[in-house]
């Protein structure tokens, strides 16, 4: 098997291809190495020992458990489980659904979403802070500190329940247009519509992706990275040189003779002088 990193580099510099297609991307998810890096990072998470609908949490990972995920997705039995949903209050006094997954499930998103990332980081436009690796509010403001110049207008918006509002037949042709791999599309149906419980029910999931999965971030990266291509093309429509104005006859005349005076004004001083 090869070593991850080495695979998400070499997906990675593809990624700059604009017309290139990822067609073998559902093997990387036989390679227990891959499940290891994702341990790894998933143990680094505060949520990471949060037991989710199955009552599991990486305490007891194993490699029999991994093999026996990778065994699920080599014969494509594997199923996520729903999300236990919970509700954190935020700082208006409402509160954000927030969606717990179970421990199998995190494994494997974020061995999906290594390679979703690897694929589309590079492709995301330069003005995008949010949910991205290494960057934040605070490079955000490091970057409007750095070439802000002024403006005449701002647009500001918020996008409501941005992460349980996206159309999944949407967000799925977007990566269609980068990823030729119906196994590995099949797995993002799957986890999309893996739905969530809520005090002890079932519920469908028809739209977005529960905030705190792992693959969350990434998907809204991907689907609001169409907006920003059409702000910045947009943007591009108004960023032209102004047309010099034109002049009339008395400014042109009144011009002449300002000239002519100051030429006249300029030879008298270095008379005196």
Known sequence: MRNPIHVLKSL???ASVSNYKYERLY???YNPEFYLLAYA??????GSMTQGVDGQTLDNMSLPRINRIIESIRNRTY????????????????????????????????????????IYEPTFSNNSHGFRPKRSCHTALTQVKRSFTGV????????KSCFDGFNHHVLVELMRKRIADEAFMSLIWKF?????????????????????????PICSNIYLSELDKFM?????????????????KEYERASRRYKKARKSADGSRRIDS
């Not at 949903?85 to 700082?91: E, L, Q, S, T």
């Not at 006094?93 to 390679?115: A, N, W, Y």
């Not at 005449?152 to 996008?159: L, M, R």
Request: hydrophobic share 25%; aromatic share 8%.
């Open 79 to 118: 199923q996520p489980k729903p999300a236990k949903r919970k509700y954190i209050p935020k700082k208006n006094g409402k509160l954000r659904p927030l969606g717990i997954t179970s421990t199998d499930d995190k494994l494997v998103q974020e061995v999906v979403r290594m390679l979703l990332e690897a």
């Open 232 to 248: 910045q093309e947009y943007k591009e429509k108004y960023d032209c040189e102004p047309e010099r104005r034109k002049t009339t």
């Open 192 to 216: 999309l519509k893996a739905g969530y419980m809520e005090q002890w029910q079932y519920n469908s999931t028809y739209s977005g992706v529960p905030q705190g999965s792992g693959i969350s």
């Open 27 to 29: 093997r990387n998810l």
């Open 152 to 159: 005449t207008w701002i647009v500001e918006g918020d996008i």
């Open 12 to 14: 990675e510099e593809k």
């Open 41 to 46: 990072n998933a143990a680094k998470s505060q």
